[in-house]
C-alpha cells in the first residue's frame, strides 16, 4: 500500500508532507519535539490535523470531510510500551486483532501461533504478560501487530527502552518480518536506519529539512540531526572562496556556487586538539569551549558546542581538559567535505 501524508497540525508546529511506497520502509528521524510522534498520531487515526490529509492507495483515511476511524484502518502501531493486556495469556494477546475482525477462535488461535512462531515467541503462548521479559513481551507485541493483518505497520521507538543485549536479535526479527511491508519507522537510533529502513526523512522543527535513501543520508547529511547520528561534524553556510561558515574543505561532486548554501562535513577523528591555534600547516582552527568528555574504549570523544574531536585518553589527559576549557580544534582542509544542500 502506498502511503501519502499532508498534515499541519498548528498547536505542535507541524507541517508534514510525504510519501511511503508499497512495500517501503521509512525511517523517521529526528530530535525530541520534532514532530515524530504527532506523524504516527495522524496517520493512526488518534489526533485530527487541523488541515491535510491522509491516503492509503486510493482509500482517504483523513481528508476534508472525512475522517476513518482507527479501528477500521487496517494499520498497527507498536511503541516503547508494549501494553499487552495483563488478563489475556500471550496467546490471546496475539489472537485479539483477528478476533477483532471477526475470525473464530480456531482460526485466529492458528494465527496468532503463526505469528508468535515468525517473531521467534512459540513457548510463551500460555504466558501471561507479567511473566515475559521486557525483550520477550516486545516480540509478542510484534506478533499481535501483524497478526492484525495491517496494511500499514507503525513502529514508534519500538527498541528504545530494551537493554541492549537484546537488541541484535530483536532488530533481526524485525528485519525479517518487516521485509516486503509498508513500514514507518521512528527511531533515534542510527543502526535501527542502516538496518531496517530503506529511506529515511529528518524532522526538525516539524517540517522534513533532509530526505533520502538511508545511507546516502548518513553518508552526505545535510541536517545538524543526521550529522549528529551518523557520528560526523557539520558546519553549514555559505560557500565562499573556497570554505563553509569559515571551514575550508573539498567540494564533493559539483562545486557549489558562490553564495549558494552548503555544508561541511568532517569525522571527529579527523579533528585534533590544541590549547592554541597551532601554527605551520595550513588548517582549519576553529576556537571552542569544551562542554563534555565522553570516554569511548581507548579513547575519549570531546564535544564543544556542536563539534566533537576523538582523541587518545592520553592526549586528553596532557590536554587537561574539562567542561569549560576553550580549545582549538584543527582539522586538514583535505578531511573536509562539502557538498551543496
Given at each position: 500500500?502506498?502511503?501519502?501524508f499532508?498534515?499541519?497540525?498548528?498547536?505542535?508546529g507541524?507541517?508534514?508532507?510525504?510519501d511511503?511506497a508499497?512495500?517501503?520502509?521509512?525511517a523517521?528521524?529526528?530530535?525530541?519535539?520534532?514532530?515524530?510522534?504527532t506523524l504516527?498520531e495522524?496517520?493512526?487515526?488518534l489526533?485530527?490535523?487541523?488541515?491535510?490529509?491522509v491516503?492509503?492507495?486510493d482509500?482517504?483515511?483523513?481528508?476534508?470531510?472525512?475522517?476513518?476511524?482507527?479501528?477500521?484502518?487496517?494499520i498497527a502501531m507498536l511503541?516503547q510500551d508494549?501494553?499487552?493486556?495483563?488478563?489475556?495469556?500471550?496467546?490471546?494477546n496475539?489472537a485479539?486483532g483477528?478476533?477483532s475482525?471477526?475470525?473464530?477462535?480456531?482460526?485466529a488461535?492458528?494465527?496468532?501461533r503463526?505469528?508468535?512462531?515468525?517473531?521467534?515467541?512459540?513457548?510463551?503462548?500460555?504466558?501471561r504478560p507479567?511473566?515475559v521479559?521486557g525483550?520477550q513481551?516486545?516480540r509478542?507485541a510484534?506478533?499481535?501487530a501483524?497478526?492484525?493483518?495491517?496494511?500499514?505497520?507503525l513502529l514508534d521507538?519500538?527498541?528504545a527502552?530494551?537493554?541492549?543485549?537484546?537488541?541484535?536479535?530483536?532488530?533481526q526479527?524485525?528485519?525479517?518480518?518487516?521485509?516486503g511491508r509498508?513500514?514507518v519507522l521512528v527511531?533515534?537510533?542510527?543502526?535501527?536506519?542502516?538496518l531496517?529502513a530503506d529511506?529515511?526523512?529528518v524532522?526538525?522543527g516539524?517540517?522534513?529539512?533532509e530526505?533520502?535513501p538511508?545511507?546516502?543520508?548518513?553518508?552526505?547529511?545535510r541536517?545538524?540531526?543526521a550529522?549528529r547520528i551518523a557520528?560526523?561534524n557539520?558546519v553549514?553556510?555559505?560557500?565562499?572562496?573556497?570554505?563553509?561558515?569559515?571551514?575550508?574543505g573539498?567540494?564533493?561532486?559539483p562545486?557549489?556556487?558562490s553564495g549558494?548554501p552548503a555544508v561541511a562535513v568532517?569525522r571527529?577523528?579527523?579533528?585534533s586538539?590544541?590549547?592554541?591555534a597551532p601554527g605551520?600547516?595550513?588548517r582549519?582552527?576553529?576556537p571552542?569551549t569544551?562542554t563534555?568528555?565522553?570516554?569511548?574504549?581507548d579513547?575519549v570523544?570531546?564535544?564543544?558546542?556542536?563539534?566533537?574531536?576523538?582523541?587518545?585518553?592520553?592526549?586528553a589527559a596532557?590536554l587537561?581538559?574539562a567542561?569549560g576549557?576553550?580549545?582549538?580544534f584543527?582539522?586538514?582542509?583535505?578531511?573536509?567535505?562539502?557538498?551543496?544542500?
Amino acid at each position: 500500500m502506498n502511503l501519502r501524508f499532508e498534515a499541519v497540525v498548528a498547536d505542535r508546529g507541524v507541517d508534514v508532507t510525504l510519501d511511503v511506497a508499497d512495500g517501503e520502509t521509512l525511517a523517521v528521524l529526528g530530535p525530541n519535539g520534532a514532530g515524530k510522534s504527532t506523524l504516527l498520531e495522524v496517520a493512526a487515526g488518534l489526533l485530527r490535523p487541523d488541515r491535510g490529509r491522509v491516503t492509503l492507495d486510493d482509500r482517504e483515511l483523513t481528508a476534508p470531510g472525512t475522517f476513518v476511524p482507527t479501528h477500521d484502518r487496517r494499520i498497527a502501531m507498536l511503541a516503547q510500551d508494549p501494553l499487552l493486556f495483563p488478563h489475556l495469556t500471550v496467546l490471546e494477546n496475539v489472537a485479539f486483532g483477528p478476533r477483532s475482525r471477526g475470525a473464530g477462535r480456531r482460526d485466529a488461535h492458528a494465527a496468532a501461533r503463526h505469528w508468535l512462531g515468525e517473531v521467534g515467541a512459540a513457548d510463551l503462548a500460555d504466558r501471561r504478560p507479567g511473566q515475559v521479559s521486557g525483550g520477550q513481551a516486545q516480540r509478542v507485541a510484534l506478533a499481535r501487530a501483524l497478526a492484525a493483518d495491517p496494511v500499514l505497520l507503525l513502529l514508534d521507538e519500538p527498541m528504545a527502552a530494551l537493554d541492549v543485549a537484546v537488541l541484535p536479535a530483536l532488530r533481526q526479527t524485525l528485519r525479517r518480518v518487516l521485509a516486503g511491508r509498508t513500514v514507518v519507522l521512528v527511531t533515534h537510533d542510527v543502526l535501527d536506519a542502516l538496518l531496517l529502513a530503506d529511506r529515511v526523512v529528518v524532522l526538525e522543527g516539524g517540517r522534513v529539512v533532509e530526505a533520502g535513501p538511508t545511507a546516502a543520508v548518513l553518508e552526505r547529511p545535510r541536517s545538524a540531526f543526521a550529522a549528529r547520528i551518523a557520528g560526523l561534524n557539520l558546519v553549514s553556510g555559505s560557500w565562499r572562496d573556497g570554505a563553509v561558515g569559515g571551514v575550508r574543505g573539498i567540494p564533493v561532486g559539483p562545486e557549489p556556487a558562490s553564495g549558494a548554501p552548503a555544508v561541511a562535513v568532517f569525522r571527529p577523528s579527523a579533528v585534533s586538539v590544541f590549547r592554541e591555534a597551532p601554527g605551520g600547516s595550513p588548517r582549519n582552527s576553529l576556537p571552542v569551549t569544551v562542554t563534555d568528555l565522553e570516554p569511548r574504549g581507548d579513547q575519549v570523544r570531546i564535544r564543544a558546542d556542536h563539534l566533537a574531536a576523538d582523541v587518545t585518553v592520553q592526549s586528553a589527559a596532557e590536554l587537561d581538559l574539562a567542561p569549560g576549557t576553550p580549545v582549538v580544534f584543527a582539522v586538514k582542509a583535505s578531511e573536509v567535505a562539502v557538498y551543496g544542500t
